[in-house]
């Protein structure tokens, strides 16, 4: 295992991309909320300040447009695992074109990149939890079989399974990586049910950080040179119950990060980059 996951979580880029005017009212939702914009805006300036500023990742910033008021949530636009990048044909049609900037920033770091073109498939980023070991693909309205057959083609070193979303956009609305082989998961009982199928597909037997909160356990984990295991998770403020059982990692740097805003059009914390480590030689 340590072989497998030596390299988990260490980054030296990220992809963003800010927040349109359009989001407030054009982003898809699965529920009806009213989006405060400058809240939104805010809070996602602060996601990219820990990135880039208090993190040292650098940046490559996409930019904003207002025709697609989606576009923040750049994971859903590309998985990126070592030198290889897969876009997708994103789930949602309205969302299709947000992959044009991402796959023209991702040449440019010189990485691989393979599109889905089959018209069959569909896949969204936040639909693909990577484990380090192996990855999990969420079955949903967003992402198909076949997308993720054309994923487990791309990444042959990796075993690939899928799992049905049975509450919630994605996958990653219910769970993320907390560290090499910590799953953090919420409470519900579609989000444990979730854990249980992933737990049965793998031949791995990985930790479990359970949060009461289903939105709280999207975290986004980082193991960074200087920094060591650094983990963006939900403020005490958001889900104060969840907080508390963050704060139980002793061997983290803690960063709580504000996604009131986002939270309301199905972002969460992993939506809002992808993380990429370029290594010297690509
Ligand atoms: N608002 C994020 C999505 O529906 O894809």
Do not use: W
Request: charged letters at 25%.
């Amino acid at each position: 295992m340590a072989g497998l996951m030596a390299g988990f979580g260490h980054y030296t880029h990220a992809v963003v991309r800010g927040v349109p005017a359009s989001l407030a009212k054009g982003a898809l939702r699965t529920v009806h909320a009213e989006v405060d914009l400058a809240k939104a805006q805010k809070e996602h300036e602060a996601y990219v300040e820990i990135l880039g500023t208090r993190l040292g990742l650098e940046l490559i910033v996409l930019p904003v447009d207002e025709s697609l008021p989606d576009c923040v949530f750049v994971e859903d636009a590309a998985v990126v695992c070592g030198d290889t990048a897969l876009i997708p044909r994103m789930g949602a049609e309205s969302r299709r074109r947000e992959a044009e900037h991402m796959k023209a920033a991702l040449k440019d770091l010189n990485l691989n990149i393979v599109e889905m073109t089959d018209e069959t498939a569909i896949l969204d980023g936040g639909d693909v939890l990577f484990t380090g070991r192996e990855f999990f693909v969420g079955l949903s309205k967003r992402t198909n079989q076949r997308g993720a057959e054309i994923l487990a083609d791309t990444f042959k070193d990796y075993a690939v399974s899928t799992v049905p979303v049975v509450e919630g956009l994605h996958l990653k609305t219910i769970c993320s990586m907390g560290g090499p082989g910590l799953i953090v998961i919420g409470s519900s009982e579609p989000a444990q049910k979730t854990l249980k199928i992933m737990q049965q597909m793998s031949d791995h037997r990985y930790d479990k950080l359970t949060v009461p909160d289903d939105y709280a356990a999207n975290c986004v984990y980082m193991n960074l040179p200087n920094k060591g295991p650094v983990l963006l998770h939900a403020t005490a403020e958001q889900y104060p119950e969840s907080a508390k059982v963050f704060e139980k990692l002793k061997d983290h740097m803690l960063i709580p990060v504000c996604n009131k805003e986002k939270v309301k059009v199905d972002g969460a914390l992993t939506c809002c980059s992808v993380l990429i480590n370029k290594k010297a030689d690509i």
